[in-house]
């Protein structure tokens, strides 16, 4: 989206989905954490002025309810660490941030919130430093206006705290209309990348550019630690493709953050991309869960995995490598059956049973 100028701004639709999207994974995120760490952090390095023009929080409002309400049920600490780099935004931050606390703050203190005015880099590892988090889970979102900001050695730094999780804004646009033209913004874009692999893009057609540049992004985000990606798409309203990247090391990161996307509300226009899914159709989630494509995809990979699948292995293929949730892979394997696709051994359908693909001309 263009900057807006003004200290706040309208919320708009995406934003309002971002927002269903953060609070619905630190809700689960939350208890998880505190139940196997004394503290945890929550950050930001584009914290924004923490409410929108109609009186609607910004993200770190959002997360600073979902935390207090977290600690009211659990004894240990949380900290959050916000940089935002306009004097202005952060006064109002800190108004906001003030008020959330009288309404919602855990008496004891234990919500422990550090907001400093700076730049997202080197800033706010300067401010994480300081705060004891560098070496505590952190879950970082990294909310800017989405052209590439985010330098990769931050990514690279929060990785090396193994439970730590990113979640970063990127819109594409901007590399694919001035990247090609000027050796600063090419430079901007391999500080982002880590690398100049993602200037394949200039050979690529129109319209696959900006798949190609989501794609090299989750590249990097797995050369920065994080091994495993999702990536929620989102129109601005603008009509610019923004995507919302999430990097963890933990399948469980990846399983509460694939529950979260499935109940945010698509109207507001989030979609969630299949990376298995060649024809890269969107998902609209807001429908009875179409698991058609998922049967193909599972079809495909039980033809070329180089042995038979167990229901186990098969429901991890969907929680990693699909936009599907492994309790859709049961339900779904009971109809294949029905339909004569795969055979399961023995017959009825647990964890452990073998599922061998049928036939190779399956019509979907
Ligand atoms: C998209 S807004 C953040 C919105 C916020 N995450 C929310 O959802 O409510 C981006 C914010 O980052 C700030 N900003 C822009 N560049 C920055 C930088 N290099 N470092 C820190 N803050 C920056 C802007 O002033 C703006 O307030």
Redesign the pocket.
């Known amino acids: 989206m263009a ?1 807006p100028k003004d200290v706040i701004w309208p919320r708009d639709p995406h ?1 309002a989905a ?2 269903a999207l953060l609070r619905r994974y630190l809700q689960a995120w939350a208890p998880i954490m505190l139940s196997h760490n004394d503290i945890v952090t929550y950050a ?7 409410v ?1 023009r109609d009186g609607e929080p ?3 409002v959002v997360a600073h309810q979902v935390l207090s309400g977290a600690l009211r049920r659990n004894p240990r600490r949380v900290k959050m660490v916000l ?4 004097a202005r ?1 952060k006064t109002e931050l800190e108004h906001r941030i003030a008020t959330a606390a009288g309404t919602y703050g855990p008496r004891s203190g234990r919500l422990d919130v550090h907001i400093a005015q ?4 080197p ?1 706010l590892l300067r401010q994480l430093a300081r705060a004891g988090s560098l070496n505590h889970p952190m879950f970082v ?1 990294l ?3 989405g052209g590439p ?1 985010v330098p990769f050695p931050l990514l690279r730094r929060i990785a090396t705290q193994r439970r730590s999780e990113v979640m970063v ?1 990127f819109q594409p646009a901007f590399l694919v209309r001035f990247a090609g033209k000027d050796d600063r913004h090419r430079a901007a874009g391999d500080a982002f990348f880590g690398d100049s692999d993602w200037h394949g893009v200039f050979q690529q057609p129109a319209s696959a550019k900006a798949a190609y540049l989501r794609d090299r992004y989750r590249e990097s985000l797995g050369r920065a630690g994080f091994q495993h990606t999702l990536v929620f798409e989102m129109i601005d309203e603008a009509g610019h493709l923004l995507y919302l990247i999430f990097g963890t090391r933990h399948e469980r990161g990846v399983e509460k953050m694939k529950e979260a996307m499935w109940v945010v509300d698509t109207t507001s226009g989030v979609r969630y991309r299949d990376p298995k899914d060649p024809n890269q159709q969107a998902l609209d989630l807001e429908l009875e869960p179409d698991t058609g494509p998922l049967r193909r995809i599972l079809l495909d990979h039980l033809r070329t995995a180089p042995a038979a699948r167990s229901v186990d292995q098969l429901k991890k293929y969907a929680l990693l490598e699909t936009v599907y949730r492994p309790t859709q892979v049961i339900p779904l394997l009971k109809r294949m059956r029905d339909d004569q696709d795969i055979d399961v051994s023995p017959g009825r359908i647990t964890g452990a049973s073998t599922i061998t693909a049928l036939h190779q001309d399956a019509l979907f």
């Not at 700076?118 to 880099?121: A, L, P």
Request: hydrophobic share 20%.
């Open positions: 900057a934003t971002k927002h930001e390095g584009f914290a924004g002025p923490g929108y910004g993200s770190p940089v935002e780099e306009n935004r700076g730049q997202c880099h800033d979102l909310d800017g206006f900001e804004t």
